[in-house]
């Protein structure tokens, strides 16, 4: 199905696709042929915004699981993302692709504090901009900053990049006879707590009219292939 022409988007990866095939946190050459596919959707004239999650190093909600203090835990997994956007910046420069970090949560030895009309200015100019520590406050995820930035840069459309080729009606693990949705509404996600990011964010996308596209970034080209609208994905919209 093709997608509209986008001319912004916000791409949101999570953590865990910076493993590669590793178990554990991140896999340069993997990272490395990540890099590759934003710079082919950006060679292709888009303006790209980056949010990485940091499930791979750091998850605020499995250390509260073993004890820890939930807010502690969290501000933990919001610098593990830091970590991952700065693994990315690396690889998307070794590229020739020009980036900035902006993080939530300031730390100017390593990367600019999120100031909106930089990051415009940024994305002018042809840079992509990774934005780091999440929505900067704890009980909340990557995907809600995703979903936050995806509004306040007035992206297109915010696409999810995971392990899965789109949203399910049953978990296609566990179910064999699971159908993927190509469209399916908000509210339909929200009510079948379909996973596709949590509620909150899908809430901000529904109220900001942002579409989310649902892909799996693990197969080589995908992300140019869903952008030339012959990809396999879900459209979350109205
Ligand atoms: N986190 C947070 N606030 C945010 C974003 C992230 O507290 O605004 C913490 C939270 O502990 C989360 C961790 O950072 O578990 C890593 O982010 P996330 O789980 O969203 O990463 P992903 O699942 O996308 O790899």
Excluded: W
Excluded at 69 to 75: G, K, L, N, S, V
Excluded at 125 to 150: E, M, N
Excluded at 210 to 216: A, C, L
Aim: proline share 3%; hydrophobic share 40%.
């Amino acid at each position: 199905m093709a997608l509209p022409t986008y001319k912004r988007i916000l791409l949101k990866l999570s953590g865990e696709v910076l493993m590669g095939r590793q178990q554990f946190g991140i896999d340069p050459e993997f990272v490395t042929e990540l890099a590759g596919e934003v710079k082919s959707a950006k060679d292709s004239g888009l303006e790209i915004c980056l949010v990485i999650g940091g499930g791979n190093i750091f998850r605020g909600m499995a250390g509260a699981a073993k004890g820890m203090d939930r807010a502690q835990a969290d501000y933990m997994g919001m610098l593990a993302t830091v970590m991952n956007a700065l693994a990315m910046q690396n690889a998307l420069e070794q590229l020739g692709v020009p980036t900035r970090v902006q993080s939530a949560i300031e730390m100017d030895k390593v990367c600019e504090p999120v100031i909106r009309r930089r990051a415009e200015r940024h994305l002018e100019k042809g840079r992509v901009v990774i934005f780091a520590a999440g929505v900067g406050a704890p009980y909340f995820t990557t995907d809600s900053g995703a979903a936050l930035r995806a509004a306040e840069m007035r992206c297109d459309a915010l696409l999810k990049g995971t392990s899965v080729d789109g949203v399910y009606d049953s978990d296609p693990k566990t179910n064999p006879g699971a159908k993927r949705y190509d469209t399916v509404d908000y509210d339909t996600v929200l009510a079948g707590n379909l996973k596709v990011m949590d509620a909150s964010a899908v809430a901000l996308c529904r109220d900001n009219r942002i579409p989310i596209v649902v892909f799996s970034i693990r197969e080589q080209g995908n992300l140019a292939r869903v952008l030339a609208g012959h990809g396999t994905q879900t459209i979350v919209q109205e």
